[in-house]
């Protein structure tokens, strides 16, 4: 099994970019998300209905869209992650069944935690479809090791 290192806090460079691996939306993961968490808007889930709405066609749910951005993010790069604290989010567009997604992320900041063996790191994180356009955007706080703690 390949061992991916992971990056402690004082390792994390500002600036840095990351971009995912890409990921299809499928039926499949639209009706596993419902399931799981009790969404069934007929936007979902009704094709006839979702046909006559602005969409024109069923959505994804758009915390399926921020949970799989979080998920692509775990391996590239991997950090020492101790909790994730905060979260500022914004839906710009449809993520429709079909679509193709991966996520860039940019380290904008980082500072030291209320204990001295972790620090806060923020990550701008965008959701890009395969047309190149922002579906959903936002900043994740995360709570890192530092190295010198360990």
């Known amino acids: 099994m390949l061992k991916i290192k992971k ?3 004082e390792e994390i460079e500002i600036g840095s970019v990351q971009t995912t691996v890409s990921r299809t939306i499928t039926e499949a993961d639209i009706v596993n998300f ?3 968490s ?3 808007n007929p936007l979902h889930m009704d094709k006839v209905f979702a046909e ?6 069923r959505i994804a749910h758009g915390l399926l869209g921020l949970s799989i951005a979080a998920g692509l993010q775990t391996d590239s790069p991997e950090y020492h992650i101790e909790a994730f604290m905060n979260l500022s989010w914004a839906f710009k567009r449809p993520i429709f069944i079909g679509d193709t997604i991966h996520a ?5 900041e980082k500072k030291d935690g209320r204990a001295k063996n972790s620090g806060i790191v923020l990550s701008e994180r965008k959701v890009l479809n395969q047309h190149g356009k922002v579906t959903q955007e936002g900043t994740f706080q995360l709570l890192v090791t530092k ?4």
Do not use: E, N, R
């Not at 006559?52 to 066609?57: D, E, L, N």
């Not at 860039?104 to 904008?108: G, K, M, Q, R, V």
């Open 7 to 9: 990056l402690y806090f």
């Open 34 to 36: 419902a399931c799981l």
């Open 38 to 40: 009790g969404d069934f």
């Open 52 to 57: 006559k709405t602005m969409f024109g066609q």
């Open 104 to 108: 860039i992320s940019t380290i904008t």
């Open 147 to 150: 190295k010198s703690s360990v």
